[in-house]
């Protein structure tokens, strides 16, 4: 199962873009790459998922290098509500995918 | 209406103890899982269930005993609580064992004394 590692925590102010860095070194070819959410005393909740190259959806995007060794989530123009624990889930192939989760990032958003 | 509900929200019990979490998903989904969260953040899957059928079990102590009665439930038996045990419990589904992406309830706090 491929370990991601993610800085631990990040500030940042209301209105700027935030990028968001996951290392998964030793993703299987077959692995996809998840975000998620997580808000204090609540479940995370998924943002987005990868294979390679852009992603983009209602809420955020995700860059994916051709080596597919790490990713970055992108949060357009965060707001106090974005405070929270990001994850990069990697997700392992296979007809029972298993969420392997790390420790996360804790994004704060400041005034 | 609540996708994932788990019940209790809290529960503080004794070592020694046996206990029982459970969870309810009304978001038709196949498959449900149970998570640990410690208290550095990490969230780490213990068992999955598809069609009510075990297809993961990580190395869990045998004393952790999952049940499904039903698609839609998923409920954790714990016995002989050990300090260790205190953390919060996470269900989850996902329309399939296939799908990227997982429902979350909203968390069990388990505090052993």
């Known amino acids: 199962l491929a370990k991601t590692t993610q800085p631990i925590s990040m500030d940042s102010y209301e209105g700027q873009e935030v990028n968001i860095t996951c290392s998964h070194n030793n993703i299987a070819t077959n692995d996809y790459i998840t975000w998620y959410q997580q808000f204090p005393s609540q479940g995370p909740r998924f943002i987005i998922q990868?294979?390679?190259t852009k992603v983009t959806n209602e809420v955020a995007s995700l860059f994916i290098p051709a080596d597919r060794k790490s990713s970055t989530l992108s949060l357009p123009r965060v707001s106090l509500s974005d405070t929270a624990v990001y994850y990069c889930?990697?997700?392992?192939?296979?007809?029972?995918?298993?969420?392997?989760f790390g420790s996360g990032t804790q994004l704060t958003v400041l005034p | 209406d609540t996708a994932v509900s788990q019940t209790p929200k809290y529960l503080v019990t004794q070592m020694g103890n046996d206990k029982s979490i459970k969870c309810e998903q009304n978001l038709g989904h196949d498959t449900m899982y149970w998570y640990k969260q410690d208290s550095k953040k990490f969230l780490k899957i213990m068992f999955s269930?598809?069609?009510?059928?075990?297809?993961i079990n990580e190395t869990v102590p045998n004393r952790f005993s999952p049940k499904s009665p039903d698609k839609a439930h998923l409920n954790l038996h714990i016995n002989s609580l050990e300090l260790g045990d205190s953390a919060v419990y996470f269900c989850?589904?996902?329309?399939?064992?296939?799908?990227?992406?997982?429902?979350f309830g909203p968390g069990t706090r388990l505090t052993v004394t």
């Open positions: 990868g294979y390679k």
């Open positions: 269930y598809n069609n009510k059928e075990l297809i």
């Open positions: 989850a589904s996902s329309q399939s064992a296939g799908e990227y992406e997982q429902y």
């Open positions: 889930p990697v997700i392992s192939s296979g007809s029972a995918r298993q969420l392997t």
